[in-house]
């Protein structure tokens, strides 16, 4: 996702809390022009705000204006037409937490102090208990208090729901009386070991016979923070959560000057259906592998895996990676009708390396080089892990040009869609698109310009790295830059490194993106997860996989030439079934389906949500 609709820089902005009224959102907020203020304003959509701001006044129980610089946040509840809110103040290393009711939600007049909790709380609207008021708190665990008069406060001995984690925080967002109980929506932060905060968005809900009761929580987060955050030097934080219809939306403030929102589509209609998301996974077919090595052919002995896929004239031509007694890459071609079965393979290979740069001498009768490039098993070089994509009447093939010892590099070549189809294999020369010195791999080319130009994805360490360029025809000296990047997402299953698998498919629903990941908490397995990526602008993801959408968990994708390896290079769509081609345990060729419109609308379900400006006056 990328970060944008960030305001200018005003002076002193600072976030304090949202809250929806009838049909009303309002949010609050600090500000500094003469002095400093709680502005509110209101708005229909809680987008844009577009009518005048008011000015809340805050008393304290004496009848003193609070002082405003310690105000941290603001929580507002309504009750038989009065409102009641529960602000924060934060006097040095303390925080105190006050209960303040006003009849017309402009002057508040403070009336209890909640003892015990320091961290914001919500009470619940129109809402007793026993003929208690309830409120819940955040803090490590989030905990119920309740009171006859919103001026005395108890607290319940045990939290309602325990932090998952020892250094996780649970920040209350909104509270919501539903049909069948109190719907409690809240940010969980992280702090990890550089000292950075991530939050999370999670939904639980309680009985409303019994408050205390957790009745639902959500496995996973709704949202998460995508971990492109992390690289931002901004201090970004939340302060307010509404649900709007079928979205949630979250009122961010960034380094205390800027306000933002960000629209978190579909959402709501998970949690209300009180049920967590199962992901979609692929389904490995039974035939798996479909492709394996053959022993008497010279040149595909060892391994042939990392296919490329294609649809053309009514089969999946399937052209994989393979190595023989020369531990050297080169390509084989099969073909399937039905994309599983096989129904033609090839005796020789149809791509052969040729260029000094994908090619080293296996003839000198030295042992294998250990270069520490050498992938799959290929130590002399080689033709590795291709990649297809069909633009008007040609065949752009992207692959690993690698020579047996310097990094390896992104060669392009290209065959006429006639000759591909004839067999006859007049390859143009092949050339160098990605910069000397740099390892990238798993370039993949969009099947159509976008906004006049073509669009090719690539990958140097750890980053999917994205390229317009203005024309195929590379001639050597000009190489791909990186203008955009895709990052791996902390504290996510793929934390340590992505890269692009299959060409995108175009959806309606944006651009499918199949790729690959490696995450820190199990690193060493190569796992795959899909992204959507808007149609006019592919570097905005519309939604990536919270979770891995296959895993090499088969004893073909472990037990090979590298153990846990699942590295899908081709896709193709036949009716409404993705079928991705991969390569198992870097040794066999593999496929995995999905019904394509159920894949795509769950990975809308994970939508990590728009980063909106928030139209505020000031
Ligand atoms: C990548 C590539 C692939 C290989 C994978 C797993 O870096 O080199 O060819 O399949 O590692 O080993």
């Given at each position: 996702m990328s970060v944008r609709g960030i305001l200018k820089d005003i002076t002193s902005l600072k976030g304090l809390g949202a809250f929806k009224d009838q049909n009303k959102v309002r949010l609050y907020y600090l500000s500094q022009n003469n002095q400093l203020q709680i502005n509110i304003s209101q708005s229909s959509d809680g987008l844009n705000f577009p009518e005048s701001k008011d000015k809340l006044i805050l008393y304290d129980s004496r009848g003193r204006n609070v002082r405003l610089n310690n105000l941290e946040t603001i929580r507002i509840s309504r009750h038989n037409g009065e409102y009641v809110m529960v602000y924060r103040v934060k006097k040095g290393l303390v925080s105190s937490l006050f209960t303040a009711r006003s009849k017309e939600s402009v002057n508040f007049r403070t009336i209890g102090r909640v003892p015990q909790i320091?961290?914001?709380?919500?009470?619940?609207?129109?809402?007793?208990?026993?003929?208690?008021?309830?409120?819940?708190?955040?803090?490590?665990?989030?905990?119920?208090?309740?009171?006859?008069?919103?001026?005395?406060?108890?607290?319940?001995?045990?939290?309602?729901?325990?932090?998952?984690?020892?250094?996780?925080?649970?920040?209350?967002?909104?509270?919501?009386?539903?049909?069948?109980?109190?719907?409690?929506?809240?940010?969980?932060?992280?702090?990890s070991g550089d000292g950075k905060s991530y939050y999370s968005i999670h939904a639980a809900i309680f009985d409303q016979n019994n408050p205390e009761k957790l009745i639902f929580k959500t496995e996973d987060s709704l949202w998460e923070q995508p971990g492109e955050w992390s690289h931002l030097e901004i201090n970004i934080q939340p302060f307010g959560l509404i649900t709007q219809g079928s979205r949630l939306i979250s009122y961010w403030d960034l380094n205390g000057r800027e306000i933002l929102s960000i629209v978190h589509d579909q959402v709501k209609r998970v949690y209300t259906e009180e049920k967590s998301l199962s992901p979609i996974l692929l389904k490995k077919i039974r035939e798996n592998p479909i492709l394996k090595p053959i022993a008497d052919h010279f040149w595909e002995s060892k391994a042939t895996f990392n296919p490329a896929a294609i649809y053309d004239e009514g089969k999946v031509h399937i052209v994989?990676?393979?190595?023989?007694?020369?531990?050297?890459?080169?390509?084989?071609?099969?073909?399937?009708?039905?994309?599983?079965?096989?129904?033609?393979?090839?005796?020789?290979?149809?791509?052969?390396?040729?260029?000094?740069?994908?090619?080293?001498?296996?003839?000198?009768?030295?042992?294998?080089?250990?270069?520490?490039?050498?992938?799959?098993?290929?130590?002399?070089?080689?033709?590795?892990?291709?990649?297809?994509?069909?633009?008007?009447?040609?065949?752009?093939?992207?692959?690993?040009?690698?020579?047996?010892?310097?990094?390896?590099?992104?060669?392009?070549?290209?065959?006429?869609?006639?000759?591909?189809?004839?067999?006859?294999?007049?390859?143009?020369?092949?050339?160098?698109?990605s910069a000397p010195n740099v390892v990238n791999k798993n370039a993949v080319i969009f099947p159509e310009k976008i906004n006049g130009k073509?669009?090719?994805?690539?990958?140097?360490?750890?980053?999917?790295?994205?390229?317009?360029?203005?024309?195929?025809?590379?001639?050597?000296?000009?190489?791909?830059?990186?203008?955009?990047?895709?990052?791996?997402?902390?504290?996510?299953?793929?934390?340590?490194?992505?890269?692009?698998?299959?060409?995108?498919i175009k959806t309606d629903k944006g651009w499918l993106i199949i790729y690959h990941a490696v995450g820190d908490d199990d690193p060493g397995r190569y796992k795959m997860g899909a992204m959507l990526l808007d149609l006019s602008d592919p570097t905005r993801i519309i939604a990536r996989s919270a979770k891995p959408i296959l895993e090499p968990e088969e004893y073909y994708e472990n037990e090979g030439f590298k153990y846990g390896v699942a590295y899908p290079c081709g896709a193709v769509t036949l009716d409404n079934t993705l079928m991705v081609y991969y390569g198992g345990a870097d040794m066999v060729t593999c496929v995995a389906t999905a019904e394509l419109s159920t894949l795509l609308n769950n990975l809308l379900d994970h939508s990590e949500g728009e980063l909106h400006k928030l139209n505020i006056p000031l």
């Open positions: 320091s961290d914001t709380a919500q009470i619940v609207s129109d809402f007793k208990h026993h003929d208690n008021f309830v409120m819940f708190a955040g803090g490590r665990d989030i905990r119920i208090l309740t009171s006859k008069d919103l001026v005395k406060w108890k607290m319940q001995r045990k939290a309602v729901l325990l932090s998952a984690s020892g250094n996780g925080h649970y920040e209350i967002g909104a509270i919501e009386k539903i049909a069948n109980g109190i719907s409690v929506l809240f940010f969980q932060k992280f702090i994989y990676r393979a190595i023989g007694d020369h531990d050297m890459s080169m390509l084989g071609y099969a073909s399937s009708k039905d994309g599983i079965n096989i129904d033609e393979r090839l005796d020789e290979p149809i791509y052969v390396p040729t260029e000094p740069f994908e090619f080293q001498n296996a003839d000198t009768g030295k042992p294998i080089p250990l270069s520490p490039y050498a992938s799959g098993g290929g130590g002399y070089g080689g033709v590795e892990d291709p990649r297809i994509t069909r633009i008007g009447k040609k065949f752009y093939m992207t692959y690993v040009a690698y020579d047996g010892s310097n990094p390896p590099r992104v060669a392009l070549t290209s065959i006429k869609v006639s000759d591909f189809r004839n067999k006859k294999w007049n390859w143009k020369k092949p050339v160098l698109i073509y669009v090719i994805m690539h990958r140097v360490f750890p980053n999917i790295l994205i390229d317009f360029v203005d024309h195929l025809d590379f001639d050597g000296s000009q190489f791909l830059r990186g203008d955009f990047m895709i990052r791996p997402r902390i504290s996510s299953w793929d934390s340590r490194k992505v890269g692009v698998g299959a060409p995108p």
